[in-house]
């Protein structure tokens, strides 16, 4: 790499602090952790969402918890000197003054390094704010092209380049930084934007150079997965590539790197065990309720994707210290699984590329014909809640084509609405129930579709799709979303059975009701049995007249790995829990169905195991588990298998997925541009 093509991704680099510093101080802002010095840090302001905020949350709560953990474990060390915090990378970060200020340095000292325009950037809006200045007290000013930036009793800031070792090694030791001291090395998505040699280089010395240390990161992971590679694709556009993760892809390969640089011992966690086992019930209680939230599934695949860790030298610093094992975070082993199912495209023309969406819902109106409505999706250039429908038909020589439906005069247009349930009622017509327009606003009533043709044109792209209003008694189900709808049988008669979903009261329920299809009337139906746990995002099918509810997301945003049926019996229903062996990994936000006697669970989202959702099956006579991987290679694309639709096509042995994708987080939004098909034939019949 030549010196012009260093210094732009050295730029593009130090880009990533700057907003970074924004998302601190947005983070600040709204109440998720006090710092009012981060503001004082950056330029400017900028709101960011509450996704982006839960994000930066768990890292700084993260950091945090290590920080206090080493002061208080090197402070209780006899005889020991001062300890020492060398932040590498610290950017505008604004730990120093947060410590200064809680009376947390009486006895340690913080030494800052980053890129020299970084810390003279920092060094200078220090010395022009006074509330900065009167935590530093007397400080010096470096000479111009000084390492050292700003010096006072406590802080020292230095303009130094990580990947130059001799020169930073000499500059830390000229000021004052000791070999001997208890120190505390933190590297906040540092290390991975160093050159691979350079990072091993700088683990290494490190691990050297100090006798009594703690090594701090905190870090991306997993590129191999769908999110992951969308996250790779994203630093590098922004010309600041993510190294090293082909290498060290996971939490143990992350610890075997450090212990094979010569630390001592080495703990790793990824975000979603930190934020279960390390935060109280009633903080992340307190955070979740902050604001308005309904991107569960981006949350915990960002948490999936970044890692905290800590390495020791010496004995006195342990990572058991700084975190003590835990129980309530229980792993699942990734089994091997039981075979494989191939996946490949189904529509690759351009027209199939208008399902770009999430949060819709999708309804089989014949063996043919098949319509998706609403979600958030892709439409004329932009992203926005979706108002334009799919149609996915199947040809005379077998292969489905996809379409947009258009909207008939006569009918109401589509209101925008996305994670609400399409119910079949006759080969025409469907019923729509809940779905929210924001997390804050729920959509208004039930809709009926009603597909017909246009006399004008024949066949099925001369479909039409009329919107009406449904007259419905009040009834709190539809005001939910994230909810089933599934049709069961009682006394000859077919009802659409409704469950759990949120709303912006509650953010999970536990609440049934029966809709009569044929009147459309709420009716009682008496249901006996443990009433279940609270969830949304679950997946429910009907099987022998009754539903089969799997997984969903429960309360305290735990995801569960229940299977319940709810039986049908003389007088009503009866809840029953399916005994599956071994259990399901907990999940939710997958779809459903039976095939053969066999319950399939199809993709999802789920944070106990470190690998990838496929699809799970269940035999419903034996309760026996087993997975099977989906086989993407013919994919030229990630497939994330979250807020999507499938339906099963028995006859054909094939299950079709329709949209899926989400926020990725900083990264932007991702949508899965082609119908999928998986080819169930390799599961075994009976």
Request: charged share 20%; glycine share 8%; with cysteine.
């Amino acid at each position: 790499m030549g010196r012009r093509s260093r210094e732009r991704r050295a730029a593009a680099v130090q880009g990533t602090n700057d907003s970074s510093a924004l998302s601190k101080s947005s983070l600040a802002a709204r109440g998720y952790v006090r710092d009012p010095f981060a503001a004082l840090l950056v330029p400017g302001c900028a709101r960011r969402a509450p996704l982006i905020h839960r994000g930066y949350y768990v890292r700084a709560r993260a950091v945090r918890h290590c920080v206090r953990a080493f002061l208080r474990g090197a402070c209780a060390l006899p005889g020991a000197p001062g300890a020492q915090i060398l932040s590498l990378g610290a950017g505008s970060d604004s730990l120093y003054f947060r410590l200064k200020a809680a009376g947390l340095l009486a006895r340690a000292g913080v030494w800052e390094v980053d890129f020299p325009d970084v810390a003279r950037r920092k060094a200078e809006r220090i010395g022009e704010t006074p509330e900065l200045c009167a935590l530093t007290g007397p400080f010096q000013r470096g000479d111009p092209g000084a390492a050292l930036c700003l010096e006072s009793a406590d802080y020292r800031l230095l303009g130094l380049d990580l990947r130059q070792l001799p020169l930073l090694d000499a500059t830390l030791t000229s000021a004052g930084l000791d070999a001997a001291a208890p120190t505390l090395m933190l590297a906040e998505a540092v290390l991975t934007y160093l050159p691979p040699e350079s990072a091993e280089a700088l683990i290494a010395w490190a691990a050297q150079r100090f006798s009594r240390a703690l090594f701090v990161i905190y870090e991306q992971m997993k590129p191999q997965d769908a999110f992951g590679q969308f996250m790779l694709r994203h630093f590098q556009q922004l010309n600041s590539p993510l190294h090293g993760l082909d290498r060290f892809p996971d939490v143990e390969s992350q610890r075997l790197r450090f212990l094979q640089a010569g630390w001592t011992a080495c703990r790793a966690m990824d975000m979603n065990e930190f934020y279960r086992c390390f935060l109280l019930a009633e903080e992340r209680q307190r955070v979740e309720n902050l604001e308005p939230f309904d991107e569960f599934e981006e949350w915990h695949l960002k948490c999936a994707h970044y890692f905290i860790l800590t390495a020791s030298r010496g004995d006195a610093l342990s990572p058991s210290f700084v975190f003590p094992p835990s129980e309530g975070f229980p792993w699942v082993d990734s089994a091997l699984p039981s075979g494989v199912i191939p996946a490949r495209v189904v529509t690759n023309d351009s027209q199939g590329s208008d399902l770009r969406r999430y949060g819709h819902a999708s309804v089989l109106f014949s063996p043919g014909v098949i319509l998706s409505a609403g979600g958030f999706g892709e439409q004329e250039g932009r992203h926005c809640r979706v108002s334009k429908f799919y149609l996915l038909s199947k040809c005379c020589c077998s292969e489905w084509k996809g379409s947009q439906a258009r909207t008939s005069g006569t009918g109401l247009p589509w209101d925008g609405r996305l994670y609400h349930t399409i119910t079949r009622l006759s080969e025409t017509r469907a019923l729509v129930l809940g779905g929210r327009l924001s997390p804050v606003s729920p959509a208004s009533g039930a809709l009926q579709l009603h597909l017909c043709r246009n006399e004008e044109n024949g066949g099925t792209e001369a479909l039409n799709v009329i919107v009406s209003k449904i007259d419905l008694e009040e009834n709190p189900t539809l005001s939910c979303w994230r909810h089933s709808a599934t049709e069961v049988s009682y006394q000859n008669q077919k009802y659409l059975f409704l469950y759990g979903g949120r709303n912006v009261v509650k953010p999970v329920l536990s609440d049934w009701h029966f809709l009569h299809i044929g009147t459309m009337a709420w009716v009682r139906i008496p249901v006996e049995g443990e009433v279940p746990e609270a969830r949304h995002s679950h997946s429910a099918c009907s099987w022998q007249g009754g539903v089969l509810v799997a997984g969903g997301l429960g309360a305290s945003e735990e995801p569960l790995n229940s299977v319940l049926f709810l039986r049908p019996i003389a007088c009503g229903f009866l809840w029953e829990s399916v005994d599956v062996h071994p259990p399901i990994t907990p999940r939710y936000s997958h779809t459903s169905h039976v095939l053969n006697g066999k319950l399939l669970l199809v993709g999802g989202v789920w944070i106990h195991s470190s690998s990838v959702p496929g699809v799970t099956v269940i035999n419903l006579t034996t309760g026996l588990s087993s997975e099977y991987q989906i086989d993407t290679t013919c994919l030229p694309w990630p497939l994330m298998l979250h807020n999507h639709n499938s339906i099963l096509l028995p006859e054909e042995k094939q299950l079709l997925l329709l949209g899926g994708g989400g926020n990725c987080f900083s990264f932007g939004t991702y949508f899965n541009p082609h119908i999928v098909t998986l080819d169930l034939s390799s599961l075994s019949v009976g």
